[in-house]
């Protein structure tokens, strides 16, 4: 007997939009004609890309500091150009980097509390376009190693811990380049262009590994992501202005494994990936539902689960990484919608009975730490994510990853004083020879105090001046 209903954990996956005061309002989501996200979310914080006068800015809010946000409410506000993509770093919940119409990307690292002021200075300012920069993404698991690309149709891949430009991929684009993507292990992206073609590359190497030509017919923007299994999955549209989802193999690009049509309508459509449950969620721009799919090694490879419909069309959309999401809930995504003055988080869940933890929802997924230094990357080395269990909820390891990449961030303020002696103290101090050891593991230990007790003068002088300032303000509001 042939089973007729396909077997899957998903298929009764259902979305739930949360109750009002939970949602976040009264935020004048950026109007900016760019087909990125313009959201950015972590276990700690949501950032949101807002309308800002006479420069770029975005919105970072506590994940707990929902309801009405004041207009006053502290943005970073660094760029002097509209703010066009975000992404929050995989290996630290306080670093964001951000792309810009001013040419620039800018890392920049929250308070562990979220903002008290604005925040106007980055922590690195990466300056190599020169055209606006329109995406950011990091490396899923090297530390401190970012990729941009921007409108000059080139990419570049920094180590921001040096605020160096390490790789440039220059004349592999000869049009405006709508999104890249890292595979699992970071040791290749895949970019979609104008031009209709999909390239999958090797950064290193500065080759094109695969491409296919006209991977969908229609002049609409494309989008490529890797998936866990090394194939690629597109959403494009057809001659005919319909959308489609199509699956490529990258041994063998000259047909796709499988298209779906999805409907007839421009919005752009973004995907969003789960590699530990192999489901693809697809968000078109200006719509107002979300459709799942499932991925699976069979023909027809691509299934179709359901779609979350609700009345308001999205601006943009945020995708909570795995160990963000409530397990005994059984969650196994949440989405951050935007509409045009609030944003409203979705939940996806598993119909389940029990309040166990379910272990086949929650294969270990990739954590926090990095599997590799950037200095290591660059050299050749691939590491595969270093992956955590969820069974006990998520508990961030907050002081130990802060110290490491305020380390870095702090080694990159000496670089940029002392050019060029401090990368060879850097690649010096590693490996030390062996009666030395001891001694250097010690110096380094005090100069991670010593720069610790400067970062507290600094944070304590700070506050110093914002009290004054209040108790200025408080005195003239007294007269």
């Not at 180590?159 to 440039?168: D, L, P, S």
């Not at 009666?435 to 991670?448: D, F, H, Q, R």
């Amino acid at each position: 007997m042939r089973r007729v209903v396909r077997q899957s954990k998903f298929r009764h996956v259902f979305g739930q939009a949360v109750k009002n005061d939970q949602c976040y309002d009264d935020i004048r989501v950026s109007r900016v004609t760019w087909d990125s996200a313009f959201c950015a979310v972590n276990p700690k914080f949501v950032a949101i890309i807002i309308e800002a006068s006479g420069g770029g800015a975005f919105l970072i809010l506590p994940l707990h500091k929902s309801g009405r946000i004041d207009k006053s409410y502290p943005t970073v506000c660094g760029h002097t150009g509209p703010v066009l993509d975000i992404d929050w770093c995989p290996h630290n919940d306080q670093v964001i980097a951000s792309g810009s119409e001013d040419c620039t990307v800018m890392v920049w690292q929250i308070p562990e509390n979220g903002l008290v002021t604005s925040m106007s200075e980055p922590v690195v300012v990466l300056e190599g376009h020169s055209k606006r920069v329109g995406i950011i993404t990091w490396h899923p698991t090297a530390r401190n190693v970012l990729l941009s690309a921007g409108c000059d149709n080139q990419i570049i891949i920094w180590n921001v811990g040096t605020g160096e430009a390490i790789i440039t991929l220059e004349d592999m684009h000869p049009d405006v380049i709508y999104n890249v993507c890292w595979n699992r292990n970071g040791s290749l992206i895949c970019t979609a262009c104008k031009d209709k073609f999909i390239r999958v590359i090797d950064p290193r190497k500065e080759t094109i590994i695969a491409e296919k030509e006209k991977a969908h017919e229609g002049a609409r923007p494309m989008r490529a992501i890797f998936l866990a299994d090394g194939n690629i999955l597109t959403t494009g549209f057809s001659r005919m202005s319909e959308r489609q989802l199509a699956l490529w193999n990258i041994q063998n690009m000259e047909e796709p494994l499988t298209v779906n049509e999805v409907d007839t309508s421009n919005g752009v459509l973004l995907p969003f990936y789960d590699p530990d449950t192999n489901v693809v969620y697809i968000c078109g721009k200006g719509d107002s539902s979300i459709r799942y799919f499932e991925i699976t090694d069979e023909a027809p490879y691509v299934h179709f689960l359901n779609t979350f419909v609700t009345k308001e069309p999205q601006r943009g959309m945020g995708y909570m990484p795995k160990r963000g999401l409530d397990v005994n809930k059984c969650e196994i995504a949440r989405f951050y919608k935007l509409h045009e003055r609030k944003c409203e988080p979705i939940v996806m869940t598993v119909p389940r009975k029990s309040d166990l933890f379910q272990d086949d929802l929650y294969p270990d997924t990739a954590g926090p730490e990095a599997s590799l230094e950037a200095e290591e990357w660059f050299e050749g080395k691939n590491g595969d994510p270093i992956l955590i269990s969820l069974k006990n909820g998520y508990v961030p390891g907050k002081n130990r990853e802060f110290k490491v990449v305020k380390k870095n961030i702090l080694d990159h303020k000496v670089t940029k004083n002392t050019e060029n002696s401090s990368p060879a103290n850097k690649s010096v101090s590693p490996t030390p020879s062996a009666p030395m050891c001891v001694s250097a593991k010690s110096e380094t230990k005090l100069e991670e105090i010593l720069k610790e007790i400067k970062s507290l003068k600094d944070l304590v002088s700070s506050q110093e001046k914002r009290i004054i300032q209040l108790e200025e303000q408080m005195s003239k509001i007294a007269i």
